[in-house]
């Protein structure tokens, strides 16, 4: 069965700092990759996608993301992260036979000032 | 364009009491989910419909009813509530096939079951 893991629950960055999220994915054929991000309190936005061609894809907000076959991963990374950051961010991967969605259990995200 | 709407923000009920939560939008989308999201859990799908009178059951359906009369409605009917399904519930659409394309996000109705 597919399934999307984010290893960290909880990432606390320094406002400029880099940052990388982490996202594996379990996935028999080419997956339909997504990220998404919940202010607090608010509804769930997209961030970016990854369906096919470049590996490297841009996002909203100064995201980007690279997927990698061969380590079955999609991380997001940001070169310097805003305090507006903060928030949980989500990764997950489409499935086709079904046609819904599979969500990471997310990994929540503070900054310090 | 408001979008996904969905009321209400906040609901507290008590263990039987049914309710429904209300989802709307106005993007004209054939595809609309909802979800529920639990701390540590992710969201995991509960319904979803692929267009008006079109509906399948997701990973967690049990306790849970939905229809589709319109395109711009969903509606969520919890049926006898149990603290079990004390979440938040989101209601997601897409114009194409979730797994493809872009979710648009209501704001979430926080429930709570005592």
């Known amino acids: 069965a597919q399934s999307v893991t984010q290893p960290d629950i909880h990432i606390t960055v320094s406002e400029g700092a880099s940052l990388e999220l982490r996202c594996n994915y379990s996935y028999g054929a080419t997956p339909y990759l997504f990220w998404y991000v919940q202010s607090p309190g608010q509804g769930l936005q997209l961030l970016l996608k990854?369906?096919?061609?470049?590996?490297l894809v841009q996002g909203i907000k100064g995201f980007e993301a690279e997927f990698k076959r061969s380590q079955s991963s999609f991380n997001l990374r940001k070169p310097s992260v805003h305090w507006s950051d903060a928030a949980e961010y989500f990764c997950a991967v489409g499935e086709r036979s079904q046609g819904n969605l599979i969500f990471g259990k997310g990994t929540k995200l503070s900054v310090k000032p | 364009n408001a979008g996904v709407t969905q009321t209400p923000k906040f609901q507290v009920l008590k263990t039987g009491q049914s309710m429904t939560l209300q989802c709307a939008q106005d993007?004209?989308?054939?595809?609309m989910s909802w979800y529920r999201q639990d701390p540590g859990m992710g969201l995991r799908l509960i319904h979803y419909s692929v267009g008006a009178g079109i509906t399948d059951q997701g990973e967690v359906p049990n306790g849970y009813n939905v229809s589709r009369s319109t395109t711009e409605d969903f509606p969520l009917r919890l049926l006898s509530a149990a603290p079990s399904q004390t979440s938040v519930y989101f209601c997601?659409?897409?114009?194409?096939?979730?797994?493809?394309?872009?979710?648009?996000f209501g704001p979430g109705t926080r429930l709570t079951v005592t």
């Open positions: 993007m004209n989308h054939e595809y």
């Open positions: 990854y369906f096919s061609g470049d590996t």
């Open positions: 997601a659409s897409s114009f194409g096939r979730p797994y493809s394309s872009e979710q648009y």
